[in-house]
């Protein structure tokens, strides 16, 4: 005989909350097979009971407050899909998890953000707290590293984890367009945040590798110390020039032990073409994970969009269905340790520079020279990085400034900025320098 059912509460009903309704019911029997009870919605709940949402709600309970359906004794899962760190996400799944209701949710900034009291709350009142969804969507990356890797010592977790940027740096180099006109065909197509800056300054992959170092080294979240710089400034001519020197650029989010603190990075990266996530084009997302025990793996999909991250909600639903509950973060709340950052300028690696020196003597030789002067080895330098471009003649016609691109050899931040002050200092560029820094994966 079947268990009974689990009752959901689904606050929130955009388009992931239909689409989760809608894959509830399409899927009914199967999940029912999977769980060994029924999964059943005993309430909903949105601002606008009117608004058409193309699936029929008319057999549910509604609710106009999430907090009352949070607290309705007869639902079993809390599903918050309401989004946002604060106002009523957060006040309805406080009010779920300290009336020992499980929480299910897809709300990244609310787990990057209060992440460490609301697991605190969760594991005292012996309740899941899952959130599969709010990392890379379908790519089921917190249980592999909440269950799957569990035996495992983390070293770095790195990844490509907003759709938007990878579409727009891969149609910028597919397609040979500069960014701001690849920008507007992705807000058109639905992919960008309703505030592109969130996706283009690097925030959205902030907020998602603040949980993924939590669960990789057993931390409390600390969002405020994820070092942020955008893809804005990445132009074609970058990518021209990387590509001959062998690489792609990337938005990644970085977090490593470097033995001596951890760093938390969001940048533009660049990734050789030889690498497996180079090949991430579009929107999908990718994250490498290294481990001690099971050494370095890939995971590759969906990090956007109604059904993927229906998918990984309906997951998180299942595993409560089949009774599992695991430390919200992999490590016990109480056990999680302060975050102690590796501070930026110690970043050791490798680093492309892309100038526009004068073209006259000595100006090649001078900014060679500033990098000696650091300790920094060059692996590759190209002048007339990109064959459309010849140089450019000031108004005056006397100082042309030629396009060059360096590559070097693992250095450390402290010296790359040294030597990119005294480059500026110089006078040998006519730009300020653009500085990109490479990862091995
Ligand atoms: N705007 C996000 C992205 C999707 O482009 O990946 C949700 O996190």
């Known amino acids: 005989m079947m268990a009974p059912p689990l009752k959901l509460g689904i606050a929130g009903l955009g388009t ?7 894959l509830l019911r399409a899927n009914r029997d199967q999940l029912g097979g999977r769980c060994g009870r029924l999964i059943h919605i005993a309430g909903v709940c949105a601002r ?3 608004r058409g949402r193309g699936v029929d709600l008319s057999g549910y309970a509604w609710f106009d407050d999430p907090v009352t359906l949070a607290t309705e004794r007869k639902v079993d899962v809390f599903v918050e899909l309401i989004g946002g760190e604060e106002g009523a996400a957060r006040a309805s799944v406080e009010a779920a998890l300290g009336a020992g209701t499980h929480v299910v949710t897809a709300n990244k900034a609310l787990l990057a953000t209060h992440g460490a009291a609301l697991a ?11 959130y599969e969804a709010a990392v890379a969507a379908a790519i089921p990356v917190v249980k592999v590293l909440r269950e799957g890797l569990a035996g495992n010592r983390m070293t770095r977790v790195s990844g490509i984890l907003n759709g938007t940027c990878n579409y727009i740096l891969t149609v910028m180099e597919r397609e040979q367009r500069e960014f701001d006109d690849v920008l507007a065909e992705a807000q058109a197509l639905g992919y ?75 940048h533009p990266t660049l990734v050789s073409k030889s690498s497996p996530i180079a090949d991430v084009g579009g929107a999908f997302n990718a994250i490498v994970i290294e481990a001690d025990a099971a050494g370095s793996l890939m995971l590759e999909g969906q990090g956007a969009g109604a059904a993927p991250t229906v998918s990984a909600v309906i997951s998180d639903i299942v595993d409560i269905a089949c009774g599992g509950k695991r430390a919200v973060f992999g490590t016990q709340a109480s056990d999680l340790a302060t975050y102690q950052r590796a501070r930026m300028r110690a970043h050791e690696g490798g680093y492309y520079i892309g100038l526009k020196a004068h073209d006259r003597p000595g ?11 650091q300790s920094i080895s060059l692996e590759s330098i190209i002048q007339r990085a990109d064959p459309d471009e010849a140089g450019d003649v000031a108004p005056d016609g006397e100082s042309r400034s030629m396009p060059v691109a360096l590559v070097t050899h693992e250095t450390n931040e402290a010296a ?3 030597a990119l ?21």
């Open 16 to 22: 992931v909350g239909a689409e989760l309704v809608r």
């Open 48 to 50: 606008d009971r009117g």
């Open 120 to 130: 605190a709350m969760a594991e005292q009142s012996g309740v899941a707290l899952n």
């Open 192 to 266: 960008a945040e309703a505030d592109p800056e969130f996706d283009i300054g690097g925030h959205d992959t902030a907020h998602k590798l603040a949980i993924l170092t939590s669960l990789a080294f057993a931390t409390r979240p600390a969002l405020g110390d994820v070092y942020i710089e955008g893809i804005t400034k990445v132009t074609l001519h970058d990518i021209r020039a990387v590509d001959q020197l062998g690489y792609r650029i990337k938005l990644l989010g970085v977090a490593q032990d470097t033995g001596n603190g951890i760093e938390q990075r969001v």
């Open 363 to 373: 100006a090649v030789a001078g900014i060679a020279k500033a990098m000696a002067d």
């Open 416 to 418: 790359i900025r040294t």
């Open 421 to 441: 002050e005294t480059i500026r200092a110089d006078g040998h560029i006519a730009e300020p320098p653009h500085m990109i820094r490479i990862e091995q994966i």
